[in-house]
């Protein structure tokens, strides 16, 4: 059955930009983040972080803290209950270290107390003694010969591969090549919300755990392995969250919570400080990437190989995949017959690298937009018509060897982008306006984004939708909406199917108690995957009513619109809604479906990496418009156009929020932000010191959507999460270069490096 | 499928008296009742009844209250933003009298205050201008020419019959005939909590509640009307209920906490005591039953016919189906070839008559089993005998025509008490015991039950079941526990069914935004009606279970035991439970199942009543043993011995419990309690005037099970709620009858009334 309004070619709600479900909520201050929420009785917990990046412990004195006046408990690995070994694939983590610590930020020991200042205190208390060892500070290093060993089994986490056709014959073949390394940086999401959370024992003896998170199902089980109890008594409920990005993807505060609960009994608040938020939780990696590309001179890339280091820190949490995500894509949204890609994740006693929107395809996107850049200009063809005459399309090869026969979106991003910058004669116009020391360039920045985990990675979603008896609606799910606009999706999606108001549908989201679960929120996946879902469980329903509409209107031709059911032949047989919901209750038929959507894909060859890796690719092109000052190395992003394919926009302005939010953490991961690390040691610990752009720094942006539907996907439409950032960097590096002539291939291209480059050069070409 | 154990004719669950899952909570004391829960900057509500029973009202006058320091808001009818009015199936009630009161109950002012003390206050400051009108007081004056309207339509609110076969032939056949006229009396559940309950506007702006209630969701639906918003803004919690019986069957508290809570904002709490609970909330009907019987003098019934007249009070609430129910249930557990009867449901200004645990039936039971003991005696049958020899089974039609083949337990239920008669000496020996003035006397009581409502009345059940990651389960059904086991019963069929412990599964229920509406406790439905969807739900996720396990296991042959999988052929072949689930969430597989169980029935024929009314039926008999003091009129109840048809015990010791609480009820109702009215004005105030029985008052009650399996119910269970109070009552007043020859037929046999009896007759025959 399709959609009523499929076939006219117009929708009643997707397609619009209705305001989202948690506008009112959180404009007028009622929507309860976890420092929100608290109960009577409650302590505070504190966590002792290791503060130098690798040691053996030889002693925890806690005896101090203890004794302390208003302090509950003091826990440190010996005594949890459970095992204590954590990680999502890779089981290395520690909820509380045991006779080492790897990074600075490892967690050593816990204190609850009656408040936020005595916990401090008995934290600083607690005296450790610990026997240093040697600071591993890059993956060259962990990989060296006789290097110590942070994990027992050793510092190569995972070996991955992409091996298609012959690379050797490919660059035989190749008239120009183009070879680099690219170095990006170690950076923090820097959300407005530090990680949060608190825990109670509920009326039936079950541990609740409210916490900013992007998968309570998964946090749960991580949970119950370190406590030691069954999954189904702990409740793990999203908070409201402000902003998680890749950063709570990893279980952040949960384990520690449910450790201070279970001990004391008392309910339990953590909230970590900026400091510590920078310290301990995940980043997004900084990626050594080593590659060579080579292209015939009528424009064909030939050939590509490269190498990948991700520097992991001291623990797996999602980072092999990220390493692996980063190699699979290197060679970008474009046709390349040979490939060989090699992706070590590598362990190392810097911080913690873990999943940050982009999942190491920002990091790719730095070198294949480069390298494209490099190699159209050696072979003088415009850099746009050069990534056109090499786009992937419908029937080409993705690396992984696979092909799509629809929704290859990549060109229409191109293209869009194209036609803006013929149309726009501002950008050519200002082009021109540039002076000796303040150069204007504009660059751009193409990726493609592989929807969904992949590679065999369990990825599913799951709804419940109830009909009350009126014909409003209970829709459950149990993923998590973050601050994306998930929830506003979902309820386009019921809206649409049963012709009913939007606002006729209430939400109830990420709970493990209530909600069935959906999978974590990450990989640009929601819509594309548990909006399936929430699709199929409206259609399920509106089947059952249909039938039912039909015996009673005695028709058969029936659309569900504006809240009523009519017959296309005969339009005055008709009924509302509510009315059908009513008779559909009073005849006892199912009122409430739960669906259930895997996309879950193969795996692909361990050796070759070769497969059908992805259901779907995500694609988007920008341009970036900068101005360089060469007397001081800053960079102003005029402006950034946009062309995102988002298969079908289910709701145009949360897109256009998701791009606009993207390109400005794309602008920031380019030129300022940097969380610098020495020998293991935090350096930047404050946002003070950590530049994310102020409403100042932001450019114009451009949000154009371009719509090549994928049939899997609801209604044709694609995830817009990653992709909304990933080609914002390169296009700004691309800029600067058109600029300035100089190719910042360390990131940041910050005013220090950027005013060394331009030094280093002499005067750019301009 | 079947469980698997079923072949093997044990079961690791079903059938094992595991202690309940609420056993711990309530034992220690941290079960959340609804007066336990309580929010910042609450507020208290208190309810203006009318304190007369018929009235215009001529004016209400708050401005004293509303001036009253710490008074936050008075409401009266002109402040309801919705609909006033409401009804489960009449929609006749007014959440506030509009221009009159009907009943001394009826609410016509709200308050919400700082303190419960202000709010009485200002409850005490509302004047109150009243026009008082003729008071209603039995069905006779009400049907009366010209009687005063209590309703514009009419007092009869409903008139339904049965009509099988050909009484006055059936009659012409008779060799003796017993006609009688039985007056039921007005009672009260009695319930150790009274209604109560306590609501807010949750941080998305909807309305919550929590109370003690039977059905959240309908509730809801009546909160929804009234305060003119649509059903999912508002969400209704079952709170740990005390007692229920069907007096929270109907709506009680929730739609004026829901007003208060729209009108203030703010939370609000509101319990009724005991007092206002007597005087307003629904009580179980007095019916007057006028009936008369023939049998042949080889002891077979040939005919009867009965007119019922049930005193509904003043609005429709579930007493419509009440009468109908005791009308069509009039003949009891026997076949009579032909059956007239015509049940009133009738409009007075007495308390308000409703649903109450026997549901009519406990009229009907003591109208029918006094008949056969009477015609058992005129024909010198035994009367057990006389029962058997008139039994309904397999192939015989009930009173509406309807033919069962399977499932009919009424003969075994008295071949059980049959049994207990003959091996027990003491019951034969202490009948010789009894003295002049101490008369002992033994009597029986059996009875059918249509399960569910039946008549085409929307009767379903649905549940949801997820797997946790580490095989851990989380049960969630709208289904309500107030204490009857239900939520136990849950569990031991998912354990059963997936062969894990009952300990780890997790039940959620009752709660309208997170789990699927099970319709109500009511009926002896629950575990015959939602343990199906329970068990289908269980049945669908082992399919998925199954499949991945014959794949790694390599074996067709699975059971489900012990917490693992194993080949019945080669048992070496198996694997933990916990580690399926783990395989099974890997491959994206479906962990949640929704399944929905209708047990809606046709319709009967209104004119003649004949149909298959219900879906089955439940059979329970019981002997009772009493001495009664001839001087006094005072009963003792030495014994219970009951046999009770659970199809198939899931939870032996539950359907005992469900025995034990239903036969002290039974005593209560036939021999102290009694709700007195008078012109409409309660005089029974409290419980040291209302009496139920103590522990001193309760005798040995033996309960026996027996199982006459019916297919459609789980593992062929029935319901047990109601049949086991029903034939308490009427074994009772036959016991009473044999002990001194008295026979009650107007309730109940209490001192005063049995003295009068056995002064009037004089000595008994003994």
Known sequence: MSTDRENLEHFSCIGHSVSRVDALDKVLGRALYSEDISFPNMLYGRVLRAGIPHAIIEEIDTSAAKAMKGVACVLTAKDIPGINRYGIAFQDQYALAVDRVRYVGEPVALVASETDEIAMEAVESIRVKYQELPVITNPHQALAEGAPLIHEKGNLLLHSKVRKGDVDSGFSRADVTVENTYRTHTVD?????????????DEHGNIVIWSANQCPFRDRRQVAGV?????????????????AFGGKDD???????????????????????RQESFLSQTKRHAIEIWTRWGATKDGKLCSMEGKVYGDKGPYAGLGAFVIKKCGIHLSGPYYIPNIKVDSYSVYTNNLFGSAMRGFG???????HESQMDELA????????EFRLMNALDQGLSTPTGQVFYEGVGIKATLEKIKEVRLKDSSLRDNLEKGTKTKRKGIGIGSMFYGLGYGFSRQDIGAATIEICEDGSVILRSGEVDYGQGSDTIFCQIVAEELGIRYDDIQIVTADTFTTPNAGPTSASRVTYVTG???????????????SVAENLLGEKDLVFVDQEIHSELHPDK????????????NRGLQMVQTAWYDNTTNDVDTETGQGDAYSAFAYASQLAEVEVDTETGRVDVLRIVSATDAGKAINPSNVEGQIEGGAVMGIGYGLTEEIKVQQGSLKTRSLGEYMIPTSMDIPRIDPHIVEVPVSRGPYGAKGVGEPALIPTTPAVLNAIADAVGVRVTELPANLENLHRLIREKGEGPK
Chains 1, 2 share one sequence.
């Open 377 to 384: 200009e050696r072979l003088a063809i415009d850099p746009l």
């Open 227 to 243: 406590l030691g109890i069954r999954e189904n008594k702990i409740r793990v409920i999203r908070a409201t969250t402000g902003g």
């Open 361 to 367: 395809v920002a990091q790719a996107a730095i070198a």
């Open 574 to 585: 008709k009924m509302s809604f509510k009315k059908l919901a009513w008779e559909c209750h």
């Open 251 to 273: 279980i952040t505060v949960e384990i520690h919570i449910g450790l201070l609960v279970q001990a004391t009994g008392r309910p339990v608040r953590l909230v970590l400080d």
């Open 532 to 546: 399936n879902a929430v699709l199929q469980a409206s259609r399920a329903i509106k089947e059952t009513f249909r």
């Open 189 to 201: 999401h820097a959300y407005m919300e530090t990680e949060s959370g608190i825990g109670r024992i």
